[in-house]
């Protein structure tokens, strides 16, 4: 049960991840503080990645909750 939510989990990064490199490559050259701001956005992502995954188990348990 739980590898269903590893596996959102895994392709929610991902995608997040693959957003931000292409978002960063437009903005590359805006500022000249990468590496602090890489890091705290990459952050960031796993953070969303991991309550958008806490969110899918929620839904799903309430769901089968309300089955009983």
């Given at each position: 049960?739980?590898g269903?939510y590893?596996?959102?989990?895994?392709?929610?990064?991902?995608?997040?991840?693959?957003?931000?490199?292409?978002?960063a490559?437009?903005?590359?050259?805006?500022?000249?503080?990468?590496?602090?701001?890489?890091?705290?956005?990459?952050?960031?992502?796993?953070?969303?990645?991991?309550i958008?995954?806490?969110?899918?188990y929620?839904?799903?348990?309430?769901?089968?909750?309300q089955?009983?």
């Amino acid at each position: 049960m739980m590898g269903r939510y590893a596996a959102i989990f895994g392709l929610i990064l991902m995608m997040n991840a693959a957003l931000f490199f292409v978002l960063a490559m437009f903005t590359s050259g805006l500022s000249g503080d990468n590496e602090v701001l890489t890091s705290l956005a990459l952050l960031l992502v796993l953070l969303a990645s991991f309550i958008i995954t806490q969110l899918f188990y929620i839904i799903d348990f309430l769901k089968r909750n309300q089955d009983f």
